[in-house]
């Protein structure tokens, strides 16, 4: 769940990212759906990252602080 990310866009949320990983899914009310970089993030939210194992861990970690 992305609580701390809640209001950006998915661009905002990549800038902020490592390099390696990008927003490859949000699930919202139970539905999935690829991401638009104007897509604003709500509660709720579930994000799927993809790229190198580290990076993911790594925007794990920063959507949960």
């Known amino acids: 769940e992305v609580t701390a990310?809640?209001?950006k866009t998915v661009r905002e949320l990549s800038a902020e990212l490592p390099e390696?990983?990008?927003v490859?899914?949000?699930v919202r009310d139970d539905e999935?759906?690829?991401p638009h970089a104007?897509?604003?993030l709500q509660a709720g939210d579930h994000v799927t990252?993809?790229?190198r194992k580290e990076a993911v861990r790594a925007a794990i970690d920063y959507c949960r602080e």
Request: glycine content about 16%; proline content about 0%; aromatic content about 12%.
């Open 24 to 26: 490859g899914l949000i």
């Open 32 to 34: 999935s759906r690829v």
């Open 5 to 7: 990310n809640v209001g």
């Open 20 to 22: 390696e990983v990008y």
């Open 49 to 51: 990252f993809i790229g």
């Open 38 to 40: 104007d897509d604003v």
